[in-house]
């Protein structure tokens, strides 16, 4: 039961995102680039694009080996990249304004921190660290 309710989340989560692609670029061929639908496709496009570094950092299908800190400081400096590229693209912040991008800079800076922090207690707690847990994962599969 418990995969049934995640595939229906995971298919909901597919739904929503492949009906706002479609539907946003749809509303902008009819009524040209408007700032909400602009938005709405720049936040798709910085998703796919962290999702893809996540992919990136933190598996071994492209990094073989990288101790945690190099995979956190990479997945930081391209992340970071992506969203601003996104945000400038998207005119998410008014371009000519420092303090704005001062601030989406440390709010950034904040959110990697925090979410460093609870990966790293999550794997203090299951494995002992990521470079353990992804050694377990591999003794599991056999590789």
């Not at 902008?28 to 798709?44: E, I, K, S």
Request: hydrophobic share 55%; glycine share 10%.
């Amino acid at each position: 039961m418990k995969d049934f309710g995640k595939r229906i989340v995971l298919s909901a989560c597919a739904m929503f995102t492949l009906f706002m692609a479609v539907g946003s670029v749809v509303a902008m061929a009819a009524t040209g680039p408007q700032y909400g639908l602009v938005m709405t496709l720049t936040l798709l496009l910085t998703a796919a694009a962290l999702a893809v570094l996540q992919g990136v950092w933190f598996t071994d299908k492209v990094i073989h080996s990288l101790p945690y800190p190099g995979r956190i400081l990479g997945f930081g400096i391209t992340a970071f990249a992506a969203i601003a590229a996104c945000a400038w693209l998207g005119g998410w912040l008014p371009p000519n304004n420092p303090w704005a991008w001062m601030t989406f800079s440390l709010i950034f800076l904040v959110t990697l921190a925090a979410f460093c922090i609870g990966y790293q207690i999550h794997f203090k707690r299951t494995a002992g660290s990521f470079d353990a847990a992804l050694r377990a994962y591999h003794q599991k599969m056999g590789r």
